[in-house]
């Protein structure tokens, strides 16, 4: 393991050791590197950001949709053996869709849509 240590020390000479032309070929090369990785990097941007609404437009997708089962679904009655949700109840159940990505706020829908029995 000292010989790969002390080979790599010497492989890659500390910018010290460095000339002032050697210093300025490397940063030469860095720029160029990265300047030819630019457009790669803003294909990329744009793939995130597309599955970034893709994700917010189901989350409000499917916040709408609880919505409307909630507000389709029946009064409880006094056979249903569930209890009435309470107001704390209520806010405590409530949840921003756009502070979560689609896969967190499509499994708080199911949880919270499912019937305990």
């Known amino acids: 393991m000292a010989n790969a240590k002390t080979n790599s020390a010497k492989a890659a000479p500390s910018p010290e050791e460095l000339s002032k032309a050697e210093l300025e070929n490397k940063r030469r090369d860095i720029s160029k590197y990265y300047k030819e990785n630019i457009p790669h990097l803003k294909t990329q941007l744009s793939y995130e950001e597309l599955l970034r609404d893709i994700e ?45 990505d689609g896969a967190d706020a499509a499994e708080q829908i199911k949880r919270s849509l499912k019937r305990s029995m």
């Open 56 to 100: 917010k437009t189901r989350a409000e997708r499917l916040q709408a949709q609880m919505f409307i089962a909630q507000t389709m679904a029946p009064e409880p009655t006094e056979t249903d053996d569930t209890p009435p949700v309470t107001n704390q109840q209520e806010s405590s159940m409530r949840f921003d869709a756009s502070k979560m």
